[in-house]
T-cell receptor, first 115, second 112 residues
Framework: DSGVTQTPKHLITATGQRVTLRCSPR?????VYWYQQSLDQGLQFLIQ???????AKGNILERFSAQQFPDLHSELNLSSLELGDSALYFC??????????????FGPGTRLTVT | AQSVTQLGSHVSVSEGALVLLRCNYS??????LFWYVQYPNQGLQLLLK??????LVKGINGFEAEFKKSETSFHLTKPSAHMSDAAEYFC??????????FGTGTRLTVIP
């Protein structure tokens, strides 16, 4: 158990809908990262937040957005869903935005299926 | 841009045999390097990390990896495979930005 929690574990929804994925980082970790794992794209970085502020952006679609709240939990919002958005979405956390403690600890993931 | 290449999307070894999973990175500046393991229907678990302190890094479950700058490699090894090692293994690199660049993964099968 990494200490990172994600809800829900599974999500099935229809095209065009909007969903929210939730992540709680390990106790003490200030940085949260979102990754997408799909068969065709592999594991891709989406976005990073550090202590409530957006720190880095990767291959995140404009239909997707995220935020980190004062209690440090984070939410990833996916809208106007398409079949191709079906994937495993992972949240990871780390102590710092940069510096020596760079390892990231991953949650169990949310499996999104768009039908 | 940073990239990570894992040679061999599938590797099969007999139980008790040496495990060797290959990873090469491309970067003019040696990055931080990591190996993660993913068991079916689970998240990624950190096996080990290289952060420039020592070139031979020992991780959990008997795995180790050696950083070779001249070869831009960070191959993962385990002297004796166990059935419980069957999983997907990901090599990842991290440079100035904090996000991880992942390789495409290697699925390890252990044959009894």
């Amino acid at each position: 158990d990494s200490g990172v929690t994600q809800t829900p574990k599974h999500l099935i929804t229809a095209t065009g809908q909007r969903v929210t994925l939730r992540c709680s980082p390990r106790s003490g970790d200030l940085s949260v990262y979102w990754y997408q794992q799909s068969l065709d794209q592999g594991l891709q970085f989406l976005i990073q937040y550090y202590n409530g502020e957006e720190r880095a952006k990767g291959n995140i679609l404009e239909r997707f957005s995220a935020q980190q709240f004062p209690d440090l939990h984070s939410e990833l919002n996916l809208s106007s869903l398409e079949l191709g958005d079906s994937a495993l979405y992972f949240c990871a956390s780390s102590v710092a935005a940069s510096g020596r403690s760079r390892e990231q600890y991953f949650g169990p993931g949310t499996r999104l299926t768009v039908t | 841009a940073q990239s990570v290449t894992q040679l061999g999307s599938h590797v099969s070894v007999s139980e008790g045999a040496l495990v060797l999973l290959r990873c090469n990175y491309s970067s003019s500046v040696p990055p931080y390097l990591f190996w993660y393991v993913q068991y079916p229907n689970q998240g990624l678990q950190l096996l080990l990390k290289y952060t420039s302190a020592a070139t031979l890094v020992k991780g959990i479950n008997g795995f180790e990896a050696e950083f070779k700058k001249s070869e831009t490699s960070f191959h993962l090894t385990k002297p004796s495979a166990h059935m419980s090692d069957a999983a997907e293994y990901f090599c990842a690199a991290q440079t100035g930005a904090n996000n991880l660049f992942f390789g495409t993964g290697t699925r390890l099968t252990v044959i009894p």
